[in-house]
């Protein structure tokens, strides 16, 4: 890894297994408009939630590597089960080292959780992998009084990854996997993995109107913002407009399709990765970075150099 200092024009990276992360990206582009995002969503190896922890953190630190030699001045972890997996790894390894903060989605969540609780019981949905760390439990031990309760949602994520965020298959799903946390009468619902705020729809339905839904997309937008300020990495406030762009290591196409539904316009473009670990350890994403840098526009992606994209698909953009 040859990480730099981190630079205020820099690009904020941002990752997760898939498009739950683009959540996050949202509130990041609403709270700091100015600023230039990279995305990674590692779907060639996601959803991370039934992965064992061991290949999670690995493969969190390798995509988190990549942004850092590609030259990032933060790094969001957008995904649950990379936060509770690996942060503390995360924090020595580019943090303490190099100076860059790096923020995650598990304390917001909680924090927000905690100020709108009015009853003290609690609930919280997650991947497998999620609530197995017991990451939100071991969060919510500084507040002893409150009642936690944890149920996973395995399939959440599958919907959400092909589209799919109202059917009754996945009302009948969210129904069975709530059931434990409306027998406990719990009045606020942590949406626990960055993929569940596409869901709110029918969580809404199927919990009632009386239980508060909490998603920590805006308040990890908020902590952001206090990380850049706080290491002197706001960009110039009369800087141009910040550019952003979206690599999936698995096929462009559906990554964008989606993107575009669940995040918007602001998803123009998305170049394919094959495998982002082994792919670009020097290739192509600091070359993008370089190019936000000097306020250019990033290399298309619909018709790649051969040279710049050794072994990864250049199938780029597609309409």
């Known amino acids: 890894m040859k990480a730099a200092a981190p630079h205020p024009e820099a690009p904020i990276g941002i990752f997760d297994s898939g498009v739950g992360g683009?959540?996050?990206?949202?509130?990041?582009?609403?709270?700091?408009?100015?600023?230039?995002?990279?995305?990674?969503?590692?779907?060639?190896?996601?959803?991370?939630?039934?992965?064992?922890?061991?290949?999670?953190?690995?493969?969190?630190?390798g995509v988190m590597d990549e942004l850092v030699d590609s030259g990032v001045k933060a790094l969001v972890i957008a995904c649950n089960s990379a936060s509770s997996a690996v942060l503390r790894d995360a924090r020595e390894r580019y943090t303490a080292r190099y100076g860059i903060p790096v923020v995650e989605v598990i304390q917001p969540a909680v924090r927000r959780a905690v100020a709108a609780t009015r009853s003290g019981r609690i609930g919280v949905i997650g991947t497998a992998a999620t609530v197995g760390s017991r990451a939100y439990e071991d969060t919510f031990a500084a507040a002893p009084?409150?009642?936690?309760?944890?149920?996973?949602?395995?399939?959440?994520?599958?919907?959400?990854?092909?589209?799919?965020?109202a059917s009754p298959e996945l009302i009948a799903a969210a129904e069975e996997y709530t059931a434990?946390?409306?027998?406990?009468?719990?009045?606020?619902?942590?949406?626990?993995?960055?993929?569940?705020?596409?869901?709110?729809?029918?969580?809404?339905?199927?919990?009632?109107?009386?239980?508060?839904?909490?998603?920590?997309?805006?308040?990890?937008?908020?902590?952001?913002?206090?990380?850049?300020?706080?290491?002197?990495?706001?960009?110039?406030?009369?800087?141009?407009?910040?550019?952003?762009?979206?690599?999936?290591t698995g096929p462009a196409d559906s990554f964008r399709r989606l993107a575009?539904?669940?995040?918007?316009?602001?998803?123009?473009?998305?170049?394919?990765?094959?495998?982002?670990?082994?792919?670009?350890?020097?290739?192509?994403?600091?070359?993008?970075?370089?190019?936000?840098?000097?306020?250019?526009?990033a290399p298309s992606t619909s018709s790649p150099p051969a040279a710049s994209v050794p072994r990864a698909a250049a199938g780029g953009e597609t309409t």
């Not at 990206?25 to 039934?50: C, K, W």
């Not at 805006?218 to 990495?233: I, P, Q, S, V």
């Not at 350890?281 to 600091?286: A, D, K, R, S």
Request: glycine content about 8%; aromatic content about 6%.
């Open 22 to 61: 683009l959540t996050v990206a949202r509130a990041v582009l609403d709270q700091l408009p100015g600023e230039s995002v990279l995305y990674i969503g590692d779907t060639a190896h996601g959803p991370y939630g039934p992965l064992p922890i061991a290949k999670v953190r690995a493969q969190s630190l």
């Open 145 to 165: 009084q409150l009642h936690v309760t944890s149920a996973a949602c395995p399939r959440f994520v599958e919907f959400v990854e092909r589209g799919i965020t």
């Open 180 to 248: 434990p946390l409306r027998e406990q009468e719990v009045d606020t619902l942590v949406l626990g993995c960055t993929h569940y705020p596409l869901l709110t729809g029918v969580l809404s339905y199927v919990m009632g109107d009386s239980v508060t839904l909490v998603s920590s997309a805006e308040e990890t937008a908020k902590d952001l913002f206090a990380a850049l300020t706080r290491h002197g990495l706001l960009r110039d406030a009369d800087a141009s407009v910040g550019e952003h762009i979206f690599l999936s």
């Open 260 to 297: 575009r539904r669940f995040l918007g316009p602001e998803v123009a473009e998305v170049r394919q990765l094959d495998h982002v670990t082994e792919t670009y350890p020097t290739g192509v994403i600091p070359q993008i970075t370089d190019a936000m840098l000097a306020g250019a526009t």
